[in-house]
Nanobody, 124 residues
């Protein structure tokens, strides 16, 4: 079992940057595939990015490629999401997720553990 806590959200102006962090409890963080999802007001949850257990493989939502970067530090039990050139449409609650997969998959059904979310608000 793993407990996930997101941090780093906040209010930022369009064009700015934020770095989200997801810290996991337990000693087996490196065995979990990890991902970020988000839910904007009035919209369905959507995939943002995923990273494999080693960090050697990543995947992104097509619309976010080039602006967002996912990474992980297994020694610190932490995953990150660097978000640059933020737009108002990036406003959402961002959730980290962990699953028993070695792959960087967009499939939400694979992830059995979820954080409580962190709010990101981008204003123009």
């Amino acid at each position: 079992q793993v407990h996930l806590v997101e941090s780093g959200g906040g209010l930022v102006q369009a064009g700015g940057s934020l770095r989200l962090a997801c810290t996991a409890s337990g000693r087996t963080f490196s065995t979990y595939g990890m991902a970020w999802f988000r839910r904007a007001p009035g919209k369905e949850r959507e995939f943002v990015a995923a990273i494999s257990t080693s960090g050697g493989s990543t995947s992104y939502a097509d619309s976010l490629k080039g602006r967002f970067t996912i990474s992980r530090d297994n020694a610190k039990n932490t995953m990150y999401l660097q978000m640059n050139s933020l737009k108002p449409e990036d406003t959402a609650v961002y959730y980290c997720a962990a699953g028993h997969t070695g792959w960087a998959t967009y499939n939400a059904g694979v992830y059995g553990y979820w954080g409580q979310g962190t709010q990101v608000t981008v204003v123009s």
